[in-house]
């Protein structure tokens, strides 16, 4: 499965940005990740594919929101209320050999796919 993300920018802080990923082929859930300079990749949101819950990180609860259109195999991230700390390279990934339970949903290591990054800038 392949995967195409779209969306970013730059943007100043309180402002929005929409992020975008399409996936080729049958997946059992998609998440998005990001990884600030010098910093670990950090865990956004998930969705199970099947039955549609959603998990947020604590630090995008409330401003980021997760919309998934299960026809065109694609995930939409609007994220509102952006912080400086937001900017990073963000990457959509999807689980297509494992269905993960909702308390794994987090681990990196369940996503055998990945798209190229985006970035998204919040500065003033």
């Known amino acids: 499965v392949q995967l195409q993300a779209s969306g970013g920018g730059s943007v100043q802080p309180g402002g929005s940005l929409r992020l975008s990923c399409a996936a080729s082929?049958?997946?059992?859930?998609m998440s998005w990740y990001r990884q600030a300079p010098g910093k670990e990749r950090e865990f956004v949101v998930a969705v199970r594919w099947g039955d549609n819950k959603i998990v947020y990180a604590d630090s995008v609860k409330g401003r980021f929101t997760l919309s998934r259109d299960r026809a065109k195999n694609t995930v939409v991230l609007q994220m509102d209320s952006l912080k400086f700390e937001d900017t990073a390279v963000y990457y959509c990934?999807?689980?297509?050999?494992?269905?993960?339970?909702?308390?794994?949903?987090?681990?990196?290591?369940?996503?055998?796919?990945w798209g190229q990054g985006t970035q998204v800038t919040v500065s003033s």
């Open positions: 082929g049958s997946i059992n859930s």
């Open positions: 990934a999807a689980a297509t050999r494992l269905n993960p339970i909702l308390s794994t949903i987090r681990r990196g290591d369940i996503y055998d796919s």
